[in-house]
């Protein structure tokens, strides 16, 4: 085990070279292009899953809306493989890297907010001011609610930093303690060891719920801005 619990959270390099974006691209060979008529049983569950994925994302959205499919089916497979290998010893996840969630969250979400000014102006100022609001509180509205518009993509890039941190640091700590009592207490140990394996578990489903949610709220603010 590591003493420095923030070690695993370290852009890995290779003879001073950061290959953090090869790391990055990695998750692209799990989902190779059909090249053959009959498909095999991987590729043909893969294509299964990402048309009912994106039956279900595509439901609330418009025309103009339909358009970004491929860039959210794309966005939930990379943010959901990421996490998961970023589960595997010896690994590293980069979306525990606040730097490279806010460059997925900003352009997505500047993406949504500019189409939204741009085909729907009146509907996008409305939000700044709602209907009946009273003349003195004009300003102060105008100015939460332009904070609220601008910590969107904020938020999106913290929550997942956030969970998928935490998650590594607790498997760590318990980890450690695991190995710890190996020396001290069998039985304590152990049930150490259990905890551990049923707190891995619950990293796989974070992993995937948070993909999920990271897409599902850059598609909501594309719904509402299209």
Known sequence: MNENLFTSFMTPNLMGIPIVMFIIMFPTLLFPSPNRLVNN????????????????????????????????????????????????????????QLSMNLGMAIPLWAGTVLLGF???????????????????????????????????????????TANITAGHLLMHLIGGATSALLSISTPAALTTFIILLLLTVLEFAVALIQAYVFTLLVSLYLHDNT
């Open 118 to 160: 741009r085909h729907k102006t009146k509907m996008s100022l409305a939000h700044f001011l709602p209907q009946g609001t009273p003349l003195i509180l004009i300003p102060m509205l105008v100015i939460i609610e332009t904070i609220s518009l601008f910590i969107q993509p904020m938020a999106l890039a913290v929550r997942l």
């Open 41 to 96: 049983r991987t590729i043909t569950i893969q294509q299964w899953l990402i048309k009912l994925i994106l039956k279900q994302m595509m439901l609330i959205h418009s025309i103009k809306g339909r358009t970004w499919s491929l860039l959210l089916i794309t966005l939930i497979l990379f943010i959901g493989t990421t996490n998961l290998l970023g589960l595997l010893p010896h690994s590293f996840t980069p979306t525990t």
